[in-house]
C-alpha cells in the first residue's frame, strides 16, 4: 500500500545549524509529494512539494528534491532560525479515488538560540 | 482570502452530548476531509467527501458522522461523545488531482 515513513523526533538543534528531515515513501504510480509544517497552536500550512521526479521544492530557505530511485523527499535547510521551531508532515498524493492526502506521523523541531 | 475556516476552535463538553463542528472553505474544492491529530500518531483521516452527497470512511470513522449538502460545507457530527475523542480536529480541502490540502486552523475538542 502507500505510506510515507519520516524520522522521529524531536530534533533539536541550534540556531544557524543545518537540518534534514528523511522521508521516504512507498507508493504506486508517479505520486505528487508535500512538506506540511504546523507552528504551535495553528493548522497544517503548505511549505513545499513536487510533482514528479528529480523536481525540486523550495519555500523560505527549505528544500526538498524528489528522488524517485530512492523513493524519498528529504527536507533541509542550511541554517535554521528560532522560528523555525515547528512539527514538520512529509505527505503525499498518489491521486486515488478515496481523496486523501498520506501523511509522515511528523517531526518536531526545537531551534535553540 | 482563500481559506478553510473551522468552528469552534476550542470546545469542552460532557459525554453524551450531541456536537458539531462546522467547516467551511471558499475555493470551490471537490474534496474535503476531516483528520484527528494526536500524540504519536500523527494525522488520522476521520472521513472524506469527493463532492456534494458523496462520502466515505477514512481510517477513523466509528463515533462520527459527516455530510456534504452543500459544496462549500463539510461539517462533523458527534452523536455521542466519549472521552477517547478528545483530540485535535482538522478540516481540510483540495481539488481532485495530485494537488495540496489546505488546512483549517484546528478545533481542540475536550470531552470530559
Known amino acids: 500500500g502507500n505510506s510515507v515513513t519520516q524520522m522521529e523526533g524531536p530534533v533539536t538543534l541550534s540556531e544557524e545549524a543545518f537540518l534534514t528531515i528523511n522521508c521516504t515513501y512507498t507508493a504506486t504510480g508517479y505520486p505528487s509529494l508535500f512538506w506540511y509544517v504546523q507552528y504551535p497552536g495553528e493548522g497544517l500550512q503548505l511549505l513545499l512539494k513536487a510533482t514528479k521526479a528529480d523536481d525540486k521544492g523550495s519555500n523560505k530557505g527549505f528544500e526538498a528534491t524528489y528522488r524517485k530511485e530512492t523513493t524519498s523527499f528529504h527536507l533541509e535547510k542550511g541554517s535554521v532560525q528560532v522560528s523555525d521551531s515547528a512539527v514538520y508532515f512529509c505527505a503525499l498524493n498518489y491521486g486515488g479515488s478515496q481523496g486523501n492526502l498520506i501523511f509522515g506521523k511528523g517531526t518536531k523541531l526545537s531551534v535553540k538560540p | 482570502e482563500a481559506q478553510v475556516t473551522q468552528n469552534p476552535r476550542y470546545l469542552i463538553t460532557v459525554t453524551g452530548k450531541k456536537l458539531t463542528v462546522t467547516c467551511s472553505q471558499n475555493?470551490?474544492?471537490?474534496?474535503m476531509s476531516w483528520y484527528r491529530q494526536d500524540p504519536g500518531l500523527g494525522l488520522r483521516q476521520i472521513y472524506y467527501s469527493m463532492n456534494v452527497e458523496v462520502t466515505d470512511k477514512g481510517d477513523v470513522p466509528e463515533g462520527y458522522k459527516v455530510s456534504r449538502k452543500e459544496k462549500r460545507n463539510f461539517p462533523l457530527i458527534l452523536e455521542s461523545p466519549s472521552p477517547n475523542q478528545t483530540s485535535l480536529y482538522f478540516c481540510a480541502s483540495r481539488n481532485a488531482g495530485y494537488t495540496e490540502a489546505f488546512f483549517g486552523q484546528g478545533t481542540r475538542l475536550t470531552v470530559v
Open positions: 475555493m470551490n474544492h471537490e474534496y
